[in-house]
């Protein structure tokens, strides 16, 4: 019998490592984190003690 018009499911082939691909992009994200709470307390900070009081 002639197999040629069969599909044949195989499970796919592992992908190869890159070795340069950087592993988590954590700190980027941290990062962001840091400096959101940097604006928030310089916003707080210019309120509190340098903006004029008549706001």
């Not at 599909?7 to 990062?31: I, S």
């Amino acid at each position: 019998m002639n197999d040629n018009n069969v599909l044949k499911f195989e499970r796919r082939k592992p992908q190869p490592d890159k070795g340069n691909k950087p592993e988590a992009p954590g700190p980027k994200k941290g990062l962001i984190w840091i400096a959101v709470v940097i604006v928030i307390v310089l916003a707080w900070a210019y309120y509190q003690f340098i903006a004029p009081q008549s706001l």
